[in-house]
């Protein structure tokens, strides 16, 4: 299998990719403007590997990583291009760019308070703890990716916006907050991407996990895009080995590894290098668990979705959950309503065996929960949508189906209404119990797991 090394492309010398000569001047132009504002970072396996240069711009993977000129408002897109055409310098642009910026990101930063667990009265930067069992961890070396992805709402860590950061140097933090809530089974570690770490990295924050030994820990996940966008992380890197070695200490000290990894679409499965990847992992006894968010201009296609668990099953890997796209940043390019979303996962379902209906969706990770939509039904003559939790604050919330009134455009939780002419869903006053405040204002919170 061939080895590409690594080379990472961003705003400062996409314009040396060799195969963007199949663009016109305009399109860099478009490509070089909203770059400035999202996520851009891509590398020469993505390039080389992956992107279906014959179908560029309309190629998934494309759009995927780079920037499209339907991402931004058009006033943004204006705004911006205007700056650029002039020559303003990135010193210039700032302001603008943080302007727009903010106005993508609907979270003000004081809402990111009610995920952060705290001990002993300080809160823990780098921890969010939602639903029980789970504790997210976001180690401060791996807020970034091997490439970005267009739709990704993580964006915040990326680009500077500091005070969006969360980060821990503070495993030992993490161990003695594990110490004391005994109802914890799982850490999640992730990021931007935990495995654009070093071994040496990943085992300062895994091996102290495993040496303090705690009874309740049973479940370590990683969560990691590295298989889509570096397969090689886990083949021939430098300290590949010691990587694979590292997750095999987890399994022989009793715990279960679950690689949860992100994908898009099926065309990020066909390479050699990804096969390789994952039976490598596998070998290790780690598990891998499959999630993706379902987004339009990309995989609002049943069949992409149905090839997609086919081939992760066909591999050896574990459809996990099917995530509907987050209210923020380019939102309006890549939202799919609920009720088309239901449909194209419905039909997915349909096509493969029982293997890949481990998967669930379609999911929002709202303010509230995980809450999926089950599908359209009719109740008494009224046209209504079925959902359910599937993670809630309140655990008790899990698993009661609830009612809202038929909204075919509504493509987020805070868009629906509840059904039967009722005031508020059955959740809202646990909701406003836990947190005093207006409804809508309380719900999301920028930074979690997909
Ligand atoms: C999705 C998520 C988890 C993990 O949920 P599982 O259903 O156990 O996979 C944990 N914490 C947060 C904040 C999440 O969004
Ligand atoms: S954090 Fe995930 S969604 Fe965001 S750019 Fe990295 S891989 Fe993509």
Sequence with gaps: MEHIPYKAYALSNFRQIPQLACLTEEQLFDIQVVGSVLPFKTNSYVIEQLIDWDRVPDD????LTFPQRGM???EHFDDVAAHIRAGTDAAGLKPALQRIRMQLNPHPAGQMAHNIPSLDGEPLDGMQHKYRETVLFFPSQGQTCHAYCTFCFRWPQFVGMNDLKFASKEVDTLIRYLTVHPEVSDVLITGGDPMIMSA??????????????LPNLRHIRIGTKALTFWPYRFIDDADSTAILDLFRRVARSGRHLALMAHFNHPQEMRTPALAQAVANIRETGAVIRT???LL??????????????DKQVDLGMVPYYMFVARDTGAQHYFAVPLVRAQEIFREA???VSGLGRTVRGPSMSAGPGKVQMLGVSEVRGEKVMTLRFLQGRDPDWVHRPFFAAYDPDAAWLDDLRPAFGEKEFFFEPGLRHRYAGPRNAEQDEPVEAW
Excluded: T
Aim: net charge positive; aromatic share 12%.
């Design 349 to 351: 379902y349909q096509r």
């Design 200 to 213: 040496k990295h990943l085992a300062a924050y895994v091996g102290p996990l495993l040496e303090a030994d």
């Design 72 to 74: 931004l408002r058009p």
């Design 60 to 63: 998934p993977i494309f759009r």
């Design 296 to 309: 339009a201009n990309i995989n609002d296609d049943p069949m992409a979705w149905a090839r997609m668990w």
């Design 291 to 293: 999630q993706s968010p």
